[in-house]
Each structure stands twice: as structure tokens, then as C-alpha cells.
DNA sequence: AATGTTTGCGCAAACGTTTGCGATAGATAT
DNA sequence: ATATCTATCGCAAACGTTTGCGCAAACATT
């Protein structure tokens, strides 16, 4: 190995060697008590291009004009400390130079990143991707940027997803939980960091945050009336797993039967996840009950098409002998035959009035702890009407 | 008005009012020579309230353990430097202390965000939400999270998108163009910064860029096919706009018209924005055509559906007198009564691939030119059966 | 001419990281 | 004991902004 040559005083006599430092070799010379590492030639090089790449900045503009960074800053936020024609000087000169402003600087001096964060639990239904929709909608029209993550209905993810938004990149977060969420200290832990979070549609009483609430029970309660004024008097229902708010649905369906009079029938009543056997299975039990069963209420219209299609291949006519109802209002129940009757959460809406809520708060500065309930509409369509 | 005093010498003579700075009065005093403004009171609480809701800093540890940053920052990092007594140390008093690090500060200083910026049509259809959906699949794989936007199929939408995500958001762009967009200036400007860009779905071959193609022209060379395999002759296509590379469908169509002897008729072709009363209107035009029409090819599925039940509505058979192809394998069609027959382009994993060869490319820091075509498959129904 | 006021700009700190290099106390080799 | 090496840490610059304050020159008022 030749001997290392000092960068100072060109000697290679009286060179140390002086540890590994950073994977590279290490000398010290006691000549000029210099030390140094013997540097990849292709330093020099890669500094050039790095300047020439990297996009222009204040100081660059700055340079060019003769003038301090805090001129330019000024100049192009119309401060008024800045003289008309500097500032129309430096504004051209941006412009000419491409001059965008630095995002990420510009949120760490800030503390505001003008992005909202969501956590959804699925991206493909149209159901939650509607939601969506009317989220970026709103937020796109106050000049935030939406930030998505997807819990693919699994809580760790959304534990996950929630630690990894937190962490200074959004102001403000939007969450609709997991079907399986049931223990909200991952929440708790975010409250007091001064970002505001708003709950939709799938919400927790347990957590003291501004909350949109779909039209449930209502929702429910209708539907549920409905069919009893169709004359059904057997009302299988069909829920999904425990959990969270949505089970007042089951609730308007309780108060229905009671309000005309009909005894709550626990067999009439199932939790499933939302899986096809699930559904069907459950479906099958049902149709083994004496007295028959004259209408399933569904909780969801994905399932209530299932059931309609499973039902057909059976050969039960629907609603002559099985009325049948969903909940949500998806495009499918529009299509399928006979078409559905469901409820209209208006998803989109929720989705807006979730994002004007925590738009208020990150605007005013204060955490609200208001609620609001979108309200739904009963859409009567084949698959109940006799 | 009283008197200003003066903060350093404390008296209230010779204090001269100098000029409004900062939209507050400011004020001299000739003693001490000292420029000053009234402060408001509320400031200095307000550093206080400021100081405790901040989340811990590197700088918050290193005092709290009496060692400086860097070796705060390297005990975290698991940098060789430092001792494995004070990095287990260190690393303890950060979980004690609830340090998460600033993600912003993070990118500023590595020039990377961790971030994909999308930009897409539309969210709320499921073709465009699955495709979204199997890029957050694959992005979330490598730690990567995803910033979206939606054009809403409006051009200048998708310039400004362009524009605001570029600004050091993010690490690389996946697009999806408007249905109407036809000039790529807004593509090019950015092609130069040394942010990699794929495209896909919908993409322009005037862009020198990696793209991830659907099968289109095949797709839609396999339907026509299978429709004239069945005995069909005079075969509608609905087209959507003329734009960008979608309407290879186009070819396909010809192709298999010309490989079985059937002469084109331009009668039969017909472009539609994707609006209902264009696609009806479309349809009962070609119905009116002598001699009759036997088939009609609808380059979405959505208008598919929508042809279905107003060929219904007009007691027309369906396959029976006229047979009905879609494109996409949307839910729907498999809802649909007659269930569609339509070619199934596998959004999902065109939205994967996309990501996949972005990640590529921000990973491996070079950009490709690769481009990759997702096989989609035929996938026969009720509609064309006979 | 003297004094008071305003305008227009620059300096430097701050935001929270990472990292090249300097520095020193101890370990090891001679 | 001395010369050499190593391990471990700190300093300070850098990333690109914003902003409180200082200050000189220009302007306005006596």
C-alpha cells in the first residue's frame, strides 16, 4: 500500500495511520497536524452535478439579483417592506429562473403542511372510495392535499397507518375505522399532539372527537317500518361483525318491531363478516325456519345482492316470497333484478361534511367537539314492492 | 395615547414614534438608542403553551441526556460511532420521552419524502379505485405512502395536480391522463428534475416515459372476435372521446373485422363523452339502422350495463337479437341480467405494476424506459351466449 | 438646519434533521 | 515509556424557508 500524501504539505513522510472513520482509511499528519482520509475522486464531480440539478432556490435568486434571501422571500410573498419595483423585478426573475417554492421548508418553519391525512379502510368499494371522493373534493377546493392510507380492514395496519401520519405530516386526520377496531388508546395517544382528527361513519363513542354520523338507526327504522307495512312479519337481519357504532342499525330495527308490535326473535338476528359463505350460510338457516321468514334486511347492499342472486338460483321469488332489503345505496342495487330497496347513506356527503369539519378546525385553531348526522334517504325499489 | 417606555432605560421622555413596522407602532428611544414596539402580553405565554405542545426533538434528548445532537441522531440511526452503552442509553429516553422523528426535516435534509404522488381521473369509479388500490398495496410494501389527486377527467385540473406535486412532495408520479388531454407540455416541464414518472393506463406515446399499457387492442380484438365467432356481422363499437392511446381499441376491433372478411362500416363507429343521454342516444340511432345491427361493443362496462337495460326496456333480446360486450370487468357486469360478457384488463394489477416500476427506478436512482403491458382475459357471459 | 418619520432592505435565528470532519481520552503496539 | 492507533463524541454546516429586529437612507415636518 503506498504511503498516504498529506493535502496540506504534500509530504508522505511522517503519516499516520489513525483508525477507520466512516469505512475509510484515516491518516494524520504530524507535520501539520492535519488529519485526513484519502477522498474518492469522484467527489468533486458529484458536487457539480448536485448544484446543477437541484431545482433554484431563494438564494439562488438571491444571487442573481445582488440581494438578501429575505428581499426574495419577501418580494414574492407581497410584504410590504418590499418596494414595488424590486419586488416586480425579483417576481419576473423568479419566473424566469422556474423558481417553485420548497414545500417541505416551507412546512418545517411553518409547522402546516396543507395536507390532511385519511385512513379508510378500503379503496375499491365504491362505497368508501366515494367517501373519498367527496373528501378530496372539499379539500382540494381549501388547497389541501390528501394523504391516503388504507387499512384494508385490519387493525394493525391502522395503528400503523396513523403512528406513520402523525409524525409531521399532516394537520389534520381523517379516520373511519376498521370493522375489527375495538381498543382506541392508539387514538388516545395522538389527541394531545394539537392535530385535529375527525371521526366518519364507522365512529367511537369512546373517544371524545368531532364525529359524522350516517343516518343510521333512522336508516334502519325505516327500512325496517317499510317492511312491515308491506306486511312482513318475519324480519331476518343481517348484521356484521360487533363492533363500533354501526350496530344501532340494529337498534332501529328493534325499535320498528316494537313500535308495531312485532316480539324481537333472537334467531332473526346475525352477525357475520361480510364473506360470501357467511352470508350464505346464513341465509340457508333462515330458510329452514318455521314459520318461513318473509324478508332479510341486509346491512349491507353488497350482501342484500348476494342474497338476491342466491335466492333466485333457489327459485324464491323476491318480494313475493322473500322481500329483500340492503343498506347504503351502491350502484349494484340499482342494477341487479329485481332492483333493490335500501337506504342512501350519501356517502359522498359524508365524506364532505368529514372534511369541512376538520378543514373548520385546522383553519380556526380550535378543536371543535361537534357532531353531525348526514341524513339518508329510503329508496323503495322491486325487490320489496308486492 | 400614553407615552411609550422604554424598555431598556425604562423612562418615557424623549421616546419618538418610528414609522409602523410589521403593522405595529414602532417606536425610538433617543437615550439609549434603541428601536422598540409594544409587545402584546399574550407573547410571551404564548412561547410557553408553544414549547410544551411541541413533540420531542433530537435537541430535547441530547439536553435531557447532556450529549449534543449528532450523537443523539447516530444513536438512533445505529451508526457505529457511538458506544452500545449510549445508544441503549439513548434510545430508551427517546421511547420514554415519546420522540418520534420529524418526518419533513427528514426529507429536507435526504432530498426524499418516502412519498408517490398519484394522479388519477376519478376515485369513485371502481376501474380507476382498484387500480389506486393495488399501487397503495405495493407502495405500502416498501414504506412508501401515497399522496393522490384527482383530475376529475378535467385537463387543467390535472396541470395544477402536476404543478403542486412536483414541488418536492414527492419521490417519483404515477398518472393517469384525462380523458381529455392532448398537449403534454405540462409533463415535459417536469421530466428534467430527476423525479421518475410512469404512466399508466391511459398514456401518450409522445412522452419518452416508462408506461404500463393495458391490452387493449388484443382485448378488444379477442371480443369482436368472439362476437363473430358466435355468428355476428354487423357489430356497433361505442368509442369514448378520441384521446390518447385507449382508442387502440379501436385496432383490435378492426383487426379481427378484417382477418374474418367483414368490411369496416363507419356507420357502426361512433365516439361519446361517457354521458347516459350520448350512449342512449347512440344506441337508438344504430337501432334505427337498416339492416339491422346485431351486436354492440362498448368500450366501458358502465355503458354497457346502461345498454343492457334500455335494450331491455325495449323488449330486445338480449343475446338473443342483439348480443352485448363490455370492456373492463367492472362489478356490475357480473350483476347485470343478462350477465355481461366483457374483457378483463386487471386493474388492480395495473395500478401494482405501475407502482412496482416507479419504485424501480426511485430505488435503483436511474430512470428506465421499460414499459410493461398487463394481459388482461376474456371472460364470456350471458350477453353473447346463444 | 434640525428634528422627526418612513421606507426599504439585510442579518441572523429558527424549524428539526443528517453528516463531514475535528478532537480527545484511552487502548494497543513498539 | 513512547509512539501509534482506535473508539467515541462534539462542532458546525447544510437542506430551503420565514420572520423579528436593526439600520441607513430618504423623506417630511418644524
Redesign the pocket.
Known amino acids: 500500500m503506498p504511503r498516504a500524501k498529506c493535502p496540506k504539505c504534500q509530504i508522505t513522510e511522517?503519516?499516520?495511520?489513525?483508525?477507520?472513520?466512516?469505512d475509510?482509511?484515516?491518516?494524520?499528519c504530524?507535520d501539520c497536524?492535519?488529519?485526513?482520509?484519502l477522498?474518492h475522486d469522484g467527489?468533486k464531480q458529484k458536487n457539480e452535478t448536485k448544484?446543477n440539478n437541484?431545482?433554484?432556490?431563494?438564494?439562488?435568486?438571491?444571487q442573481a439579483?445582488?440581494?438578501?434571501?429575505?428581499?426574495?422571500?419577501?418580494?414574492?410573498?407581497n410584504?410590504?417592506?418590499?418596494?414595488?419595483?424590486?419586488?416586480n423585478n425579483i417576481k419576473q426573475l423568479a419566473t424566469s429562473m422556474d423558481?417553485?417554492?420548497?414545500i417541505?421548508?416551507?412546512s418545517?418553519?411553518?409547522?402546516s403542511t396543507q395536507s390532511l391525512g385519511v385512513i379508510i379502510p378500503n379503496l375499491e368499494t365504491t362505497f368508501f372510495s366515494s367517501m373519498l371522493g367527496g373528501i378530496q373534493h372539499i379539500a382540494a377546493k381549501s388547497g389541501y392535499r390528501v394523504v391516503i392510507c388504507q387499512s384494508d380492514e385490519n387493525h394493525m395496519t391502522e395503528v400503523a397507518n396513523l403512528q406513520a401520519l402523525m409524525?409531521?405530516m399532516i394537520d389534520g386526520l381523517l379516520i373511519c375505522h376498521t370493522l375489527y377496531t375495538n381498543t382506541f388508546d392508539h387514538v388516545k395517544m395522538q389527541m394531545n399532539k394539537g392535530i385535529p382528527i375527525v371521526q366518519f361513519y364507522r365512529v367511537s363513542e369512546e373517544l371524545k372527537l368531532p364525529k359524522i354520523y350516517s343516518d343510521d338507526e333512522n336508516g334502519a327504522f325505516q327500512i325496517t317500518e317499510h317492511l312491515i307495512n308491506k306486511g312482513c312479519k318475519k324480519i331476518a337481519l343481517l348484521l356484521g361483525p360487533k363492533a363500533i357504532s354501526i350496530n344501532n342499525r340494529l337498534n332501529g330495527y328493534l325499535k320498528a318491531l316494537r313500535m308495531h308490535g312485532i316480539n324481537k326473535d333472537e334467531n332473526l338476528i346475525k352477525h357475520v363478516d361480510f364473506s360470501y359463505n357467511a352470508v350464505i350460510a346464513a341465509v340457508d338457516e333462515w330458510l329452514n325456519l318455521e314459520p318461513e321468514i318473509d324478508a332479510i334486511f341486509s346491512i349491507s347492499d353488497k350482501c342484500a345482492v348476494q342474497i338476491i342472486r342466491h335466492l333466485k338460483n333457489k327459485n324464491i321469488k323476491i318480494p313475493g316470497h322473500i322481500s329483500v332489503c340492503g343498506f347504503g345505496n351502491e350502484y349494484t342495487g340499482e342494477i341487479v333484478e329485481p332492483q333493490l330497496t335500501t337506504f342512501d347513506v350519501r356517502t359522498r356527503l359524508i365524506g364532505e361534511a368529514a372534511a369541512k369539519l376538520l378543514l373548520e378546525q385546522i383553519i380556526d385553531k380550535k378543536t371543535k367537539n361537534e357532531s353531525i348526522m348526514i341524513d339518508g334517504k329510503i329508496i323503495i325499489r322491486e325487490s320489496t314492492r308486492k
Chains 1, 2 share one sequence.
Not at 497536524?33 to 482520509?37: L, V
Not at 437541484?54 to 438571491?62: H, Q
Not at 418545517?108 to 409547522?111: A, E, F, G, S
Open positions: 511522517r503519516i499516520l495511520k489513525s483508525g477507520i472513520i466512516r475509510k482509511q484515516r491518516f494524520y504530524k497536524n492535519y488529519h485526513f482520509t477522498l467527489k448544484k437541484r431545482p433554484t432556490s431563494l438564494k439562488d435568486i438571491a439579483a445582488g440581494i438578501s434571501i429575505s428581499t426574495v422571500s419577501r418580494a414574492l410573498n410584504h410590504p417592506d418590499i418596494s414595488l419595483e424590486t419586488r423558481y417553485h417554492p420548497n417541505l421548508a416551507q418545517l418553519v411553518n409547522r409524525n409531521n
